[in-house]
């Protein structure tokens, strides 16, 4: 069973802290990586997402990526209480788009 | 931005119902799909869809569900006799290849009574 494993509980930082939240895969063939924002109720928003081995940045948001010790993670910096939400690992498993899914991180940004 | 679009938001049917759910997608994206996520659940991948034809699907895909490209853009999942386990918010999505970002619409919540 190929799975998406975000094991840490509900995680709450000041505003203006880095928020970090990891994920980790087991399939070694996965190809490409995504971390999603959802709201509740609402529908996965895509944050970021990463190909290759290291870090990407796109504003706040970092992802960094280690296919050896296939894991996945999300930095958040300069956390705003727009932020809090719940954060989906998801995971490309056979580079046709059928995403495994983590359970999610839920973040809540206390001001 | 280009972005997917579902109807109903909230639709409510009884068990043994069919119904039909619609999405159209974003128009140059060429592979489409359904997910479901029923509630404090993961989301989970039921089909993919490229080329008017079902490119992969999951074991919670049976015989009671199909997906149809009607026309040059709408997008439809329907389920044949509900159960009341099929109760979920389900989500099209959209793609331009099969590695690229999957881009969901804002989801269609489905209780079944």
């Known amino acids: 069973q190929k799975e998406v494993e975000q094991n840490s509980g509900p995680l709450s930082v000041p505003e203006g802290a880095i928020a970090s939240l990891n994920c980790t895969y087991s399939?070694?063939?996965?190809?490409?990586f995504f971390w999603y924002r959802q709201y509740s109720g609402k529908s996965p928003e895509l944050i970021m997402f990463i190909y290759s081995n290291g870090d990407k940045e796109d504003g706040r948001f970092t992802a960094q990526l280690n296919k050896a010790s296939q894991y996945v993670s999300l930095l958040i910096r300069d956390s705003q209480p727009s932020d809090s939400a719940t954060y989906l690992c998801a995971v490309n498993l056979y580079g046709n788009n059928r995403l495994a899914f983590g359970k999610g991180n839920q973040v809540v940004v206390i001001p | 931005e280009p972005e997917v679009t579902q109807t109903p938001s909230h639709q409510v049917t009884q068990m043994g119902q069919e119904v039909i759910l619609r999405c159209v997608p974003i128009s140059n994206h060429l592979y489409f799909y359904w997910y479901r996520q029923i509630l404090g659940q993961k989301v989970e991948f039921l089909v993919s869809?490229?080329?008017?034809?079902?490119?992969?699907k999951s074991e919670i895909f049976d015989d009671q569900f199909s997906v149809e490209r009607p026309d040059g853009s709408n997008f439809t999942l329907k389920i044949r006799s509900t159960k009341l386990e099929d109760s979920a918010m389900y989500f099209c999505a959209s793609s331009q290849s099969t590695n690229s970002p999957l881009h969901f619409g804002n989801g269609t919540r489905l209780t079944v009574t």
């Open positions: 399939d070694r063939g996965s190809q490409s």
């Open positions: 869809f490229y080329n008017n034809e079902i490119s992969e």
